[in-house]
């Protein structure tokens, strides 16, 4: 304790002891005369209050040091952790390098005030500073920099992290790594072909129609493995159906069938619009109100909900109102060069909806401006070959590209601004339906397309091409029958496959794809429950009396063995006569009228030759036995008088047919 602080209770203690001593000399003793201490309050408070204020200030003191001992060490080492990892980030990263960039700057502020009450450094060196900037952005290095004579993996990973990027780059420039065809599900629509597919533009919904008349809707999140159409039906009765499309919003569904006038159905397959007939006995199709031929295609428009088109063999491609089914809203009439009516086989809108284009019988594929219905703004004369079917054509996403597929075995790509001749041609893909589609992929870069076959000679393939050098890419082998129907999705990235013996099939990837057939095939089917028949059913009462049970029957082999020895119940019916009758049975006939009436005729011995004579065979009865009439007229009846044959009569009788006088 320093002098200073010296504590009074001391001071009085000495003086008070030296006081006993005097008084202890004097009387002989110690301990005479002794009084009760007295302290000073104020000095004992003061010492106490100066004590304190000095031990808070030494345990506070140690406190605080240990505190920036733990955080030096704490920086420094996530600075060595950071430093090891040698973070490298692209350009593309702008928000990490900012972040990191922010955190070490207030690091280093921070180190730098530290600096100033304690030099000693905690953990690894301070690695130097690089002050040379790299010239490529995209090279900077997100963190401090390394120690000097740092020889870590950090050249091996940035090779690494070029390699990765190499690999992926390359992955994004090949379009057939995009492909979704690991997996696949089929759906068993019939056993007839499988002509229409249609696909919501959620994705949730899938619908199919068929040769078989039939419309199938799928829901693939309400369906499990076992994978069954939730509703079927026929809504063009005995009419193959042609084309099936949902509309941009995906409420209502085109129903395009055999017939000529198209249906609108709703989601849950209940009619919403039935096209009207027109008049087939009018020269200008332009006059009538509706189709009056069978029809072959038809759309919805890509932008306005209400409004869809429909071509006909009646020369016609016609675009309607929703809300207006009693009249078209407009008429287009494809014509030859020499001028004269041609069959449309197909037609599309484009991507914006302002182009209508139209594959005709005539091998020519030709174009209109939605609002101009009278000339055509673009004329291929000879796109495909003369009498061929053109099954399908496509719009590519940036609306440039039309793509054609014939039914003279080719698929075509054209540019609309050049439509002279074709920009690229493939040839040698079969195709036997008048309905073959082909489609680009979501991403523009390829076109695919099916091919037909025969009936075991082969299995049809889905064949993909690439846009920008028409080769072909890739192809899938899809059933032994002929493919009609893809379509590729671009929200599932899922490819939709209809095939000739009745299967619809959808390939994705559980990767690149997203919903769709991935929601089904991981439901498992319910377990069927075994339901408890009874071959009767008995009315069980605990408390009736025995006389009104009804005996129940213990075993099967006991009934048996009783009905044996029934003679009615075990009686052998006779099998039917063959041949001649016998015992009382006649020979079998046919069941129908004219061997009934032969039966009858062949039983009947009577001669009825004569019918005079027939009929006074029964006079002598008669007139002995009257029952009916003779009675009632008994008094006033006079007797009948029959005429006897005469001489003339029997010289008649015995004159040669063709003399005797005809009546």
Known sequence: MHPEHTSPYNTYTSDKMNDDGDMASVMGFSGFGKKARTFDLDAIFEHTRRTAIERSQRVLGKFISNCDMTNRLAMNLFRFILSECYITVRSGCKYLRI????????????????????TELIGPPVPHQNTAQDDDDDDELVGPPLPPGYTGSTAHCEDEDEDDQEGQDDDDDNPVKKIPDTHEITLQHGTKTVSALGLDP?????????????????????MDQALQAFRSLQPCECHQIKSLQYS???????????????????????????????????????????????????????????????????????????????????VFKPRSLQGKKVTPTCCTYSRDGKLIAAGCQDGTIQIWDRNLSVHTKFHCRQAHTPGSDTSCLSFSYDGMTLASRGGDDTLKMWDIRNFRKPVNAATGLTNYFSMTDCCFSPDDKLLVTGTSVKRDE??????????????????????????????WHPKLNQIMVGTGNGLAKVYYDPVKSHRGAKLCVVKSKPKKKQAE???????????????????????????????????????????????????????????????????????????????????????????????????????????????????????????????????
Not at 465 to 480: H, K, P
């Open 99 to 118: 972040v990191f960039s922010f955190l070490f700057r207030k690091h280093e502020s921070d180190s730098s005030h530290d600096s100033d009450t304690d």
């Open 248 to 330: 941009v919003t995906g409420d209502v569904i085109l129903v395009v069938s055999g017939n000529a006038q198209a249906k609108v159905l709703d989601r849950d397959g209940f009619n919403v619009m039935e096209c009207v007939k027109g008049d087939q006995y009018i020269v200008d199709m332009a006059n009538t109100k509706g189709h009056t031929a069978m029809l072959n295609c038809g759309c919805w428009h890509p932008k306005i909900k209400e409004e869809f088109m429909t071509c006909s063999n009646d020369g016609t491609v016609r675009t309607w109102d929703l809300n207006s089914e009693k009249k078209h809203k407009s």
């Open 458 to 487: 082969g299995s049809g393939k889905l064949v993909f091409f690439d846009r920008a050098t028409f080769q072909r890419v890739y192809e899938i082998d899809v059933t032994d029958a002929s493919v009609v129907r893809c379509l």
């Open 202 to 222: 959620s994705g949730a919904r899938l619908v199919t129609g068929g040769y078989d008349f039939d419309v199938r809707f799928w829901d693939f999140a309400g």
């Open 533 to 663: 028949t009874l071959t009767q059913d008995y009315i069980i009462t605990p408390h009736a009396l025995p006389m009104f049970r009804e005996a129940r029957q213990r075993s099967t082999r006991k009934q048996l063995e009783k009905d044996r020895l029934d003679p009615k119940k075990s009686h052998k019916p006779e099998p039917p006569v063959s041949g001649p009758g016998r015992g009382g049975r006649v020979a079998a006939h046919g069941g129908t009228l004219s061997s009934f009436i032969v039966k009858n005729i062949a039983l009947d011995k009577t001669d009825d030759s004569n019918p005079r004579e027939a009929i006074l065979r029964h006079a002598k009865d008669a007139s002995e036995n009257p029952y009916w009439v003779a009675p009632a007229y008994k008094q006033t009846q006079p007797e009948p008088v029959f005429a006897e044959e005469s001489d003339e009569d029997e010289e008649s009788n015995k004159e040669p047919e063709w003399k005797k006088r005809k009546i």
